[in-house]
């Protein structure tokens, strides 16, 4: 291997592997960093994503330590992208949201993020009639959001220009890149096959894109229903959660379920036109895998986010860089 110069492989152009290599660029100057994929932008399941910063409760790391480092440090990654001039062009933009229940004031909590959002607190009385339906319970919270559709280009444009290669391929085994020093595998729910591993499994999700300018706060009720506010002034509606399915296509009942749901908590929603329909397979796996692989070697894997890796990219790939710095250096993976 040429020390000043390895050469890497990241497998994958999501939010995960477009992350990875920008960090890892920052970090290793001199080195030959490819991006492989064999899908990109409105392909694969990061352009999908509404990408609001709202962890679940069910995300989780290896530990409960390494989980809250992961979302404390992309919550910090992603405010100092907002406090310069790129974030417009970065697809980062900061809103207000509601999170309202009729049955359950668990759901309106949020443990992972309540200590670091600059607001997170019960809503009064009066707050629960903001939209329609019967709410009984409620929290506002101050949070972001991060456009993948913006980002990812965002990424790929400085990447390039600093020497990064993004090549299109099907990597059909991580041992077919033997040629390359360090191996990311950044492959969502492509890993699944790429490292036979039966605990990533696909939650199929479906948006609803509408143009909704007007829009300046996130909401959230029961049932998965939820309304973003975009910067291009295009809201995302969701949801659904269907666990196990590989059905890409769009599905006409679902799409009238959102419409629904979404429609039932802002009215004004009716009139909105309808530019987009998605639908993407969120890589599910519990933990989220961010290790090297065992037996020492070349190869660091990052992926199975479930529905928070847009969010959680930057902690979570810092974490798989500094593996991957230690492999190079020839170090004991050092602990996070
Ligand atoms: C409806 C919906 C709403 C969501 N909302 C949010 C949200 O609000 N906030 C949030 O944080 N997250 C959200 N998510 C989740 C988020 O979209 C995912 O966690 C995230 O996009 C995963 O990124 P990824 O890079 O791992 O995967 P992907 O974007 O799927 O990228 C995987 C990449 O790997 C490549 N690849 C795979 N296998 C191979 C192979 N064998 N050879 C070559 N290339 C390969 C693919 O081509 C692709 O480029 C949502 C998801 C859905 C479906």
């Known amino acids: 291997m040429d020390k000043s110069s390895p050469k890497i492989a990241i497998v994958g152009a999501g939010i995960i592997g477009m992350t990875v290599a920008k960090i890892l660029q920052e970090n290793l100057g001199k080195a030959q960093i490819s991006v492989i994929a064999n899908k990109f932008h409105e392909d694969t399941v990061s352009y999908v994503a ?77 707050e629960l009639k903001l939209v329609a339906g019967d709410w009984k319970y409620g929290s506002y919270f101050s949070t972001l959001k991060i ?51 039966y605990d990533l499994v696909p939650i199929r999700g479906q948006v609803i894109k509408a143009r909704a300018p007007w829009l300046r706060c996130a909401f959230y009720g029961d049932y998965d229903t939820y309304i973003v506010p975009g910067l291009d002034g295009v809201a995302t509606l969701g949801g659904v959660r269907q666990y196990d399915s590989y059905n890409l296509g769009v599905c006409k009942y679902d799409t009238a ?11 004004a929603l009716k009139k909105a036109e309808v530019v987009d329909v998605r639908v993407g397979l969120r890589p599910h796996r519990v933990p989220t895998r961010v290790e090297a692989e065992a037996g020492g070697g070349r190869l660091v894997h990052c992926y199975g986010h479930g529905g928070y890796g847009v969010m959680c990219a930057p902690g979570t790939a810092l974490h798989a860089v500094r593996i991957g710095l230690d492999l190079l250096r020839g170090k004991p993976v050092s602990k996070l």
């Open 50 to 126: 509404a990408g609001i910063f709202r962890p679940g409760t069910s995300f989780r790391g290896p530990t409960k330590e390494i989980t809250k480092k992961w979302i404390v440090d992309s919550w910090n990654y992603w405010q100092d992208i907002l406090k310069t001039t790129e974030a417009p062009d970065a697809g980062i933009m900061s809103f207000d949201s509601y999170i309202f229940s009729s049955d359950n004031y668990h759901v309106t909590r949020n443990h992972l993020i309540e200590d670091l959002v600059p607001i997170y607190r019960p809503v009064e009385e009066e």
């Open 147 to 197: 456009g993948s559709e913006r980002h990812i280009p965002w990424i790929e444009k400085r990447f390039t220009q600093n020497g990064g290669k993004i090549l299109q391929r099907k990597v059909d085994s991580f041992a077919s890149l033997s040629d390359y020093d360090l191996v990311f595998n950044c492959a969502g729910l492509g890993a699944k096959y790429l490292c036979e591993d």
């Open 257 to 267: 379920a959102i419409m629904e749901r979404c429609c039932g908590l802002l009215p």
